[in-house]
C-alpha cells in the first residue's frame, strides 16, 4: 500500500532553516509528481510546492517562492523540501502528498492521490 512518512520537522528560530525529507513507498515513484502541502493551526489546508516525476521542473505558492525548495531523489524515493529564511507565519503541520496536478500556465493546481501523517513546523522565537 502507499506510504509516505514526512520527518525534520521541529521548533526553528525566525530566520533559521529546516528540511523536510519524505520517503515513500508502495508505488513507483519515479512516475508521479509530488507535492509539499501545510496546514496552520486553525487554517484550511494549502499547498505549498509541487515536482515533476523526474525533477525537471518545480512550482510555488507565491508565500514561500524564493525561500523554500523541493527537490527529489528518485533512486531513494524520497522527496524533499528545504525551508529557509523560516517565518512566524511558516508554523503549520507540513505534508507531502502523491499528486496528480494540472498545471496550466504556468499554475499548478494540485489533485492529491494520497498524503503522509505529516510532521510540525514551530517557528518562533
Known amino acids: 500500500q502507499v506510504q509516505l512518512v514526512e520527518s525534520g520537522g521541529g521548533l526553528a528560530q525566525p530566520g533559521r532553516s529546516l528540511r523536510l525529507s519524505c520517503a515513500a513507498s508502495?508505488?513507483?515513484?519515479?512516475?508521479?509528481?509530488m507535492s509539499w502541502a501545510r496546514q496552520a493551526p486553525g487554517k484550511g489546508l494549502e499547498w505549498v510546492s509541487g515536482?515533476?516525476?523526474?525533477?525537471?521542473?518545480?512550482y510555488y505558492a507565491d508565500s514561500v517562492k524564493g525561500r523554500f525548495t523541493i527537490s527529489r531523489d528518485n533512486a531513494k524515493s524520497t522527496v524533499y523540501l528545504q525551508m529557509n529564511s523560516l517565518k512566524p507565519e511558516d508554523t503549520a503541520q507540513y505534508y507531502c502528498?502523491?499528486?496528480?496536478?494540472?498545471?496550466?500556465?504556468?499554475?499548478?493546481?494540485?489533485?492529491?492521490?494520497?498524503w503522509g501523517q505529516g510532521t510540525e513546523v514551530t517557528v518562533s522565537s
Open positions: 502528498a502523491k499528486d496528480s496536478p494540472t498545471v496550466v500556465a504556468g499554475r499548478w493546481t494540485p489533485s492529491y492521490d494520497y
Open positions: 508502495g508505488f513507483t515513484f519515479s512516475n508521479y509528481a
Open positions: 515536482i515533476y516525476s523526474d525533477g525537471s521542473d518545480t
